[in-house]
């Protein structure tokens, strides 16, 4: 490890993922001349090849795709080590991007403007993510920290303050018979197809948005899948079947041709602060702060 350069790590790592020099070169702005060196030298520290390189094709050994394995989340938490010592060592300043999943309501703003009082300096990002991704936006780094559905059983993601239960509701068709009734129980939605999330959210979770099955086992049909809120809501309207939701979101979603009515025998609806274990920063810690301090 003697006079190894970081720049050594992250070129090879960059290369892994491009297996192509020039490519490398121009994410990293460096020549390609300059990647080559880097790549030799790390190479001779090691004392092996890592790449195989023809004037054809770029492609890691054996040995280089388990070096890629073993220092990639190494890499990773060395740079969120570094990121959270310069964060404290300059006070929380930058940019926080928040996701969220269908609407952000008041619990979260009120959070954000805490986090704001106290970290002026600090600017907070809103940005969608899609319903039937709630953790992919956090995984690509499009988003530092995401306000999403629960269960997420992923061991890459660390959940943070967890927002109160929910009750449930049903979206249905004003036309739909049901609709004349001013309250539901859980078996009542084996009358009805009920409309589920697509991926590429795992299946875990969409089992919990939208159950197959009634509390006392009866079987839920089926409804159709879809990637956004609008699109469920809109086969709602159509009678296409029902979609469960929150409450907060059923009135900030409402609509003439949809009826909402309280589902009761379920489960609440549940949000989670979610972020990657590996990038935690003092602003995703400072946010977290504040919206634990909102919820109490």
Do not use: K, N
């Amino acid at each position: 490890m003697s006079g190894m350069e970081l720049r050594e790590l992250e070129c090879f790592l960059v290369l892994s993922e491009e297996l192509h020099f020039g490519r490398t070169g121009e994410r990293l702005r460096l020549s390609q001349s300059r990647v080559s060196q880097l790549l030799r030298a790390l190479e001779s520290r090691i004392g092996a090849r890592l790449v195989d390189r023809t004037s054809r094709r770029v492609c890691l050994t054996p040995l280089g795709e388990d070096f890629r394995t073993t220092l990639r989340p190494a890499y990773a938490t060395l740079h969120a080590a570094f990121d959270a010592t310069r964060s404290a060592a300059r006070g929380i300043e930058g940019t926080l991007t928040i996701g969220f999943q269908g609407t952000v309501d008041d619990r979260i703003m009120r959070a954000i403007d805490t986090f704001h009082t106290r970290h002026p300096g600090c600017v907070t990002s809103l940005t969608e993510i899609p319903l039937c991704d709630p953790f992919g936006a956090l995984r690509a780094g499009t988003v530092d920290i995401a306000v999403a559905l629960l269960p997420a059983a992923e061991p890459d993601l660390v959940i943070g303050p967890v927002f109160a239960a929910q009750p449930q509701t049903l979206a249905l068709s004003v036309r739909h018979p049901l609709a004349a009734r001013s309250a539901l129980t859980a078996e009542d939605l084996a009358s009805v197809p009920l409309i589920s999330i697509g991926g590429p959210a795992p299946a875990y979770w969409r089992r919990a948005q939208a159950p197959t099955a009634t509390p006392a086992g009866r079987p839920i049909p089926p409804g159709p899948a879809v990637g956004t809120l609008q699109e469920g809501l809109t086969l709602a309207a159509t009678g296409r079947g029902a979609m469960l939701l929150c409450r907060p979101t059923a009135d900030y979603h409402g609509r003439r041709d949809l009826t909402f009515l309280p589902v009761s025998g379920l489960p609440g609806s549940v949000l989670g602060l979610l972020h990657r274990g590996a990038h935690e920063t003092a602003r995703i810690r400072a946010f977290g702060t504040a919206v634990a301090d909102v919820l109490t």
